[in-house]
């Protein structure tokens, strides 16, 4: 077990194998390597908090979930990189973005994760319309009457 504090949810304690490595970090914040990824309530959404800085929490989503028509080319390089051995090991999350009232999804820069060796990177998707400011209509249908 490893524990940590993080400044919106305290002092969490999470098994070592629970842990996310991204070698070269992500963009915009390179020496941050370490990430856990946590439900967000009763939402498909999760946070993707790192382990070391407090301050540091992304909203992630799958973006084939809000987004059907999105797609992304993994290059055999990445599967390399991440030793993927099987496709369906293989976890491509957008970070969401929230201003104001809008929210956005990064889907030129996915995270794309091998869930059994926890190894990640965020590559850039140059072959998509989609931006890294994609506006979501809205994360969850309104309630039936």
Known sequence: MISFDTSRFGRLEVAKDRIIHFPGGLMGFPDIKRFILMDYKDTSLKWLQAVDDPDIAFIVTQPFELFPDYSLKIENSIRNFLEVEKE???????????????????????????????????????????????????????AAK
């Open 88 to 142: 369906e090991d293989m976890v491509t999350l957008a970070i969401l973005r929230v201003e104001g009232d809008s929210v956005t999804a990064n889907l030129q820069g996915p995270l794309v994760i091998n869930s059994i060796n926890k190894k990640g990177i965020q590559i850039v998707n140059e072959d998509t319309p989609f931006s890294c400011k994609t506006p979501l209509k809205s994360l969850i249908a309104p």
